[in-house]
């Protein structure tokens, strides 16, 4: 969930205003009245997330509806307008994404633009008013103003308000994303506590990314302001010898002169906060696009228009972004060979119905770390149409076909609290490529297990002190302990290497005199077809469906332990959430009502997201209770 910015003008005239820019940008030798109306989308705020983009007539598969050419886009083939060269990543000089270290990522570049923008923009927008037209320069403008004015639902925000102390700070920090910063740290902190244990992995990887860009960004204000005072000038457009001012033709304010000794510090000082506004719009809005920069992380833009269409899981009614030769992009309607004409007639093609793209297959605990929302507990499928009432009710599922549960935590756990022998067989997971990414999943039907979390199952299943190949499993974990510097290289090696190596131990995780081997005796026990370890081994070679049946109702034992923990933890969520709840309600008093609403908000997409993780717990233990799940 992000909230709009009211700038001074409706969002309908900013959108207008934008499309007369886009359009003058055009290429083509047609007059801008036939350009606009090539353009087959248009602003809407009655769709369900509150902004997105409809269509202006009836369209057809795979029409054209958009078309954004290259100087029209934000990248870093754009940004040489804008940033010293030492800053913007090439095909021969690729990003860094170490402080002090340059050129700085595609992330960073657009994040320090936009932070940079944004301040211009909020001290001068009141002599512009809405006067601004399309054909005076202001690229930024016309853009910025249709960017999201905060994004209080995304947890990020919640982390960097706890932890940050900018709060008061000179400048425009803690305006970035107000409403959200201004509903109490102890109601934040309750929220994020109340978070599921996979979003709240989730949102470490996300704080983790935020803050090296971070770190990077504010070592350049503070050890190389320089660097930041160019403007149009350094260009080779303007040298009238003022860095101080915004650059007349973008809107970009460069840092005054007032702030070189304070390492950019001074009005234009960039906070923490406000840096997140921007970083979140780049992460949020960006799409791919191929511009053979070394580092793939960096070949993304931002395009306007296209920004402000909402995602879908639902293919039928997923337009398709494409890439034209000159480096520009542009969108078409949902391909034919995407949908069931025969059941969907025109449905996603009307005028009126909401453009779609994909933000990729991601979970719901995916979509709320990196963009604040989830997709509705009820998701239309293509094949749901023409489907009677009982059919619909009688699906299990409904909801996000990528929805899912990561339950590595309980799992690593499990093998942990068998000793040694559970840390050997998480180094075996790993040699074969299967430690972590252990998930259970609503979809397709019945409610199941990964494969990844079956494989690691049958292997804590297996009994050592009856296991047949013991000796092999422990003859491994002697190697673990004793080579652990090897381990890349272990991990590199083929099963006969590893196999041939087992010799080296004595059976029970230690060597004989700095080097026995294991008896005959054992070495026939590890050769034999029933042990439960080499059968294990076969699984995952597809040469057996099943270790043993002993070990398969041990596996379905421990599911339906995991599926309970689950249960278990989701409802203490719950309890954390109660209290935050609480705790909006006791700070109430005196709160603006779009604070009131944002707390609400934030509330009800972790409610949502613990009730999913509920429903989805239930539905595997049901299957796995029933052995509806064929492994």
Sequence with gaps: MSTRNPGLSSPEEQFERLVRFVTSHSSNEKSETERRQEIKVRLSLDVPAGRGLVYTEDVQPDQLLLSLPSDCLLNARTLGRFLHPRLIPTKTSPSRSKPGSYPLSSTQSLSLILCRWRSSWKSRRGDLADSIDAKDGKSFDHFGQTLPESFPTVPLV??????????GEGGDGVSDDAPAMRLGKDFLRALLESLPRDEKKLLSEVKKRFDRDWECVDHLQRHDPDLLNYGSSAAGERDDGDHGKPDDETGIATPTSSSRGRGGGGKERITKKSFLWSWLCVNSRCVFLQMDLPNHSDNFTMAPLLDMANHTSQPSLECKVRYTSKGGLELYAPPASSRQIDRLGRKGLCKGDEVFITYGPHSNSALLSEYGFLLPAICPEDDDLGRSPEELSAKEWRGNRYSQVNVDEVVTKLFQEQGQEGETKLELLSDKGYRGDWTIHPLPSPAHPSHRLVTALRLLSIDLGKSQG?????????????????????????????RSKLEEGDGHGRRKGGGGSINGKEMEKVGRGSDELEAWESTLLGTRDKVSESNEVRSRDWLSFICSSVLEELDKCRTKLDEARNRLEASGEGRKEEEEEQGKACVEVVERLIQEGIEIARLVDRANSSQDVEW
């Design 470 to 498: 013991s000796s092999r499993l422990r003859s491994y974990e002697a190697q673990s302990s004793l080579h652990h510097a090897d381990k890349r290289r272990r991990k590199k090696e083929s099963d006969s290497d590893w």
């Design 158 to 167: 919640w982390q960097v308000v706890i932890e940050d102390d900018e709060v």
